[in-house]
Every structure is written in C-alpha cells, then in structure tokens.
C-alpha cells in the first residue's frame, strides 16, 4: 500500500467526542477519506457544544438537542462509527491500536487526540466534596446544578474567569443573591485587560451582584455533609445555599503521557497537529502548538474546530501549517464580548467607544496591533477579526475616531 493509498482508507480513531472530534471526523469525509473512521466518546451524548452550559442551557432557554452538533444520523449518513459512553483507557504505539473500556481494541493507521480538558476542582480540605458544590463542564454537571437556581437562594461563585462570570449572570437573571470571589486582584486577569475587566465589574455589579476581587476562599463547610457556609482567608464567612466553581481547567493528557508521548503544558504538536509519534495526532484543549515563536495551548471552540481541521488535513496529505487565529466570545446578560487576538503582552490600550455599552478595546504592543475586545459591537469585531488576521495594525488615532470606517482600513 501506497502512503496515500493509507491516507485515504487507513481506519483512523479519535478520542474524544467534543468539538475537535467532531471537527477531525467531518473534515476527513469532506477531504474524501473513504476507510472507517471511530469517534470514542466518554459521554452519553454526541458530540455537542459547551459555551451555553454556562450560558442559555443554564437558563432554561435551550434544549439538550439544540446543543448537539449534528443530529445522530448524520453520523451514519457519513459512515462515521460513535462509541459513546466508551473509555480510552490505553494506547499501544507498537501495535497501533487503543483499548476501550468495554475490553475492545481498536487498531489504527492515524490516531487523534482530541481529549478536552476538565475543570480544577478544590481540595477535599477545602470542602470541595460537599453536596452543593458544582463545576460546569457536560451536560449532565449543567443539569445536576440548574435545579439550584432557584430565586431568592444564595450563590457563591469562586472564580472571576468567563464560566465564573457567565453563571453569576445567569444565577442574577434568575432572581438568586450572587456572590463572586477572585483570588486574584481582579476578575479576568488571566484572560482580559484591566479595561475589559472594568466593564464587566461594572456590569455585575449594576445589576446587584457582589464582586470581591483579591479574596481567597479558605474553605467550604457544611455539617450535614452539604455546604452551608464559605469561610474566606481575610476571615469572612458568608452563608451558601450552593457553590459553583470556575477556577480553570486542567488539559487532559494522562492518556498521552502515559503512552510515552511529550506532554509541555498540553500534548505537544508541531505545526501539523502530530505529536512525538508522527501517527498521533492532536488538537482542542488538550494540545499545545507553536505559534508566533511561543507555545500555546487555547481553550476555545474557533481553536477546536480549526485545529480538528488542520489535523484532517495532515493525515489526508492536504496540510499546510496550522496558523491559529485565536478569537473567543462571552455573553453576560445583555452584553455579548467578542474577542480576536491575544492581547497577552500588550503595553497599551484605547477605547473606541459608540455608547456606555458599545465599545471596543484595542491592545497593541509598541505599534502592533495585538487583540480587540468588541462589546456589543458584532461589525466591529468581524472589521477588528479581518485586520489582525491581515497583519494590519492601524494607528491607534485612527481606529478611535468614530468616523473612520473600520473596513476601509483593510485596503490602506
Ligand atoms: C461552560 C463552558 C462555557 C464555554 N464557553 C465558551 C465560549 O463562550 N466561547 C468559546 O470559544 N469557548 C467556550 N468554552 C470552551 C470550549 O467549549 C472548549 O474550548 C471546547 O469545547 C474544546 O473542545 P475539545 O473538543 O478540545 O474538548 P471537549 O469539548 O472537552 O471534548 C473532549 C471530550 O473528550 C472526552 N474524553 C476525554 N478523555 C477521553 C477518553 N480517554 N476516552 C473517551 N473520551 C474521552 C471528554 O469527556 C470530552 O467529552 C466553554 C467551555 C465550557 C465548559
């Protein structure tokens, strides 16, 4: 057999049935693949998408099925087998091929790993196994916690990232008392700019929701075995009817890394998505690649979705280098962010601003136009997205005056 005869018929296995598992397995049919693909989920359901656990489908505005990608028979129109509710528990490189939970061995030409990652969770010492303490990652943690959400009831929310602040509106919304903590000096301070995390403070707190940034929970106790108090290290102790936890989230690599394979912040890849072993692949939360001289690791649906590309292209010999374009969205109760670029790194910011809540947040480094912060400002985002994917960096002046449009700029 030729290289390309495998290519095309090889049986190739993904692990992992998110949003990068459905994007590798759709793109190799749409790339001609014609051998069997397996996609191995540990979950119940088809691959689905997660940003409205924390945001519609907490509120009760979407159905379990409208969170699915693709219905279930377009997997079998495609002839793409889906092991649900299945475990990988092993990787033989030698023999090429994965055993499942359920005793099968699955052999294959091209393997992806497109494992996810799962939340950081508190220790046992800080309460973290008590009833009444949620974390928001599946379908099934989103409905365990929305009975919860109760209005009147009391939450605490630990941790001031996007799932933090997504769930303190959401609980807000629905009538409940919120408390959020942040360890850190302010909320977002991994993920956004002190502008950013100005507005959303400011947000929150419009609409009664308690922010105290730089606290750090101490721990959770609750004498029934169900949490009933948060002790804080300055001292404080606040009453909780219930406790949703959003403190990042660990890349899962345990499978990778004990098949040998080099782990650095994620699974390692290189430009094409393949790991140490060439006939492994990776791509979502899980992988961490090159890009623009440094290694990154994202953990957002444009990255899963274009990364599960990049490696249909790479095993069907139609690759180019994978070149990330990171961009992200949130939406806080009637605010929508979108978010292209990193502004990691940026050593000024300006405000190009329409309205008190449409407005727009350029960071640059030097002259370099790094990431721009759209807030309700959808044709700003999609101009913003189109420049710094052009590599253009207009003066800040210009991108500031309200009569400047924006679109022209691509053509200067
Ligand atoms: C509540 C929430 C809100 C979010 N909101 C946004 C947003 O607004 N915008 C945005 O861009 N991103 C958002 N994200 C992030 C985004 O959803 C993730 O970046 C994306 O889902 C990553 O896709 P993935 O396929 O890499 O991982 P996942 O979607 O996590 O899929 C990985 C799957 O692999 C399974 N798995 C792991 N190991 C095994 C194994 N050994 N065997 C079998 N199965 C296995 C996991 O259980 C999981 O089902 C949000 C995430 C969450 C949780």
Same mark, same amino acid.
């Given at each position: 057999?030729?290289?390309?005869?495998?290519?095309?018929?090889?049986?190739?296995?993904?692990?992992?049935?998110?949003?990068?598992?459905?994007?590798?397995?759709?793109?190799?049919?749409?790339?001609?693949?014609?051998?069997?693909?397996?996609?191995?989920?540990?979950?119940?359901?088809?691959?689905?998408?997660?940003?409205?656990?924390?945001?519609?489908?907490?509120?009760?505005?979407?159905?379990?099925?409208?969170?699915?990608?693709?219905?279930?028979?377009?997997?079998?129109?495609?002839?793409?087998?889906?092991?649900?509710?299945?475990?990988?528990?092993?990787?033989?490189?030698?023999?090429?091929?994965?055993?499942?939970?359920?005793?099968?061995?699955?052999?294959?030409?091209?393997?992806?790993?497109?494992?996810?990652?799962?939340?950081?969770?508190?220790?046992?010492?800080?309460?973290?196994?008590?009833?009444?303490?949620?974390?928001?990652?599946?379908?099934?943690?989103?409905?365990?916690?929305?009975?919860? +959400?109760?209005?009147?009831?009391?939450?605490?929310?630990?941790?001031?990232?996007?799932?933090?602040?997504?769930?303190?509106?959401?609980?807000?919304?629905?009538?409940?008392?919120?408390?959020?903590?942040?360890?850190?000096?302010?909320?977002?301070?991994?993920?956004?700019?002190?502008?950013?995390?100005?507005? +959303?403070?400011?947000?929150?707190?419009?609409?009664?929701?308690?922010?105290?940034?730089?606290?750090?929970?101490?721990?959770?106790?609750?004498?029934?075995?169900?949490?009933?108090?948060?002790?804080?290290?300055?001292?404080?102790?606040?009453?909780?009817?219930?406790?949703?936890?959003?403190?990042?989230?660990?890349?899962?690599?345990?499978?990778?890394?004990?098949?040998?394979?080099?782990?650095?912040?994620?699974?390692?890849?290189?430009?094409?998505?393949?790991?140490?072993?060439?006939?492994?692949?990776?791509?979502?939360?899980?992988?961490?690649?090159?890009?623009?001289?440094?290694?990154?690791?994202?953990?957002?649906?444009?990255?899963?979705?274009?990364?599960?590309?990049?490696?249909?292209?790479?095993?069907?010999?139609?690759?180019?280098?994978?070149?990330?374009?990171?961009?992200?969205?949130?939406?806080?109760?009637?605010?929508?962010?979108?978010?292209?670029?990193?502004?990691?790194?940026?050593?000024?910011?300006?405000?190009?601003?329409?309205?008190?809540?449409?407005?727009?947040?350029?960071?640059?480094?030097?002259?370099?136009?790094?990431?721009?912060?759209?807030?309700?400002?959808?044709?700003?985002?999609?101009?913003?997205?189109?420049?710094?994917?052009?590599?253009?960096?207009?003066?800040?002046?210009?991108?500031?005056?309200?009569?400047?449009?924006?679109?022209?700029?691509?053509?200067?």
């Amino acid at each position: 057999m030729t290289n390309e005869t495998i290519e095309k018929s090889g049986p190739i296995v993904i692990v992992g049935a998110g949003q990068a598992g459905f994007s590798v397995c759709a793109k190799l049919r749409d790339l001609g693949h014609i051998g069997p693909i397996t996609l191995v989920g540990n979950e119940p359901q088809p691959p689905y998408q997660r940003p409205p656990l924390s945001k519609g489908y907490l509120l009760g505005d979407i159905t379990e099925e409208r969170l699915f990608l693709r219905p279930p028979a377009f997997y079998d129109q495609r002839a793409i087998e889906l092991r649900l509710g299945a475990q990988v528990e092993e990787i033989d490189r030698q023999r090429q091929s994965v055993l499942l939970s359920d005793g099968s061995v699955l052999p294959y030409s091209h393997l992806v790993l497109a494992t996810g990652s799962r939340p950081r969770v508190l220790s046992r010492d800080q309460g973290g196994h008590l009833e009444g303490v949620y974390y928001v990652r599946s379908i099934a943690d989103t409905k365990k916690m929305a009975r919860e +959400f109760k209005a009147g009831r009391q939450v605490l929310v630990v941790g001031g990232g996007y799932i933090g602040l997504e769930a303190a509106a959401v609980s807000s919304k629905l009538g409940l008392r919120v408390t959020l903590i942040e360890s850190a000096p302010r909320i977002l301070q991994r993920v956004a700019s002190v502008q950013t995390a100005s507005f +959303f403070r400011q947000l929150h707190r419009n609409h009664g929701v308690e922010i105290c940034e730089g606290v750090e929970l101490a721990m959770l106790t609750g004498p029934g075995g169900r949490v009933t108090q948060a002790h804080m290290k300055d001292g404080r102790t606040f009453d909780v009817d219930f406790v949703v936890v959003g403190i990042g989230i660990h890349p899962n690599v345990e499978l990778a890394q004990a098949a040998g394979l080099e782990i650095d912040n994620g699974i390692r890849v290189d430009v094409q998505c393949r790991t140490s072993d060439p006939t492994i692949l990776a791509a979502g939360d899980c992988a961490s690649f090159p890009w623009k001289g440094q290694r990154i690791r994202l953990e957002s649906v444009g990255n899963a979705i274009d990364q599960g590309e990049a490696v249909a292209k790479t095993i069907m010999l139609a690759s180019e280098s994978y070149a990330a374009k990171p961009w992200f969205w949130s939406d806080q109760f009637d605010i929508k962010l979108q978010i292209v670029g990193l502004a990691v790194g940026h050593d000024s910011a300006v405000i190009r601003k329409l309205s008190e809540n449409a407005l727009s947040i350029w960071h640059y480094r030097g002259d370099e136009l790094l990431a721009v912060d759209a807030i309700n400002q959808p044709a700003v985002f999609m101009a913003s997205k189109r420049l710094i994917e052009a590599g253009k960096s207009p003066a800040a002046e210009v991108v500031t005056d309200l009569d400047v449009d924006l679109k022209s700029l691509l053509h200067s």
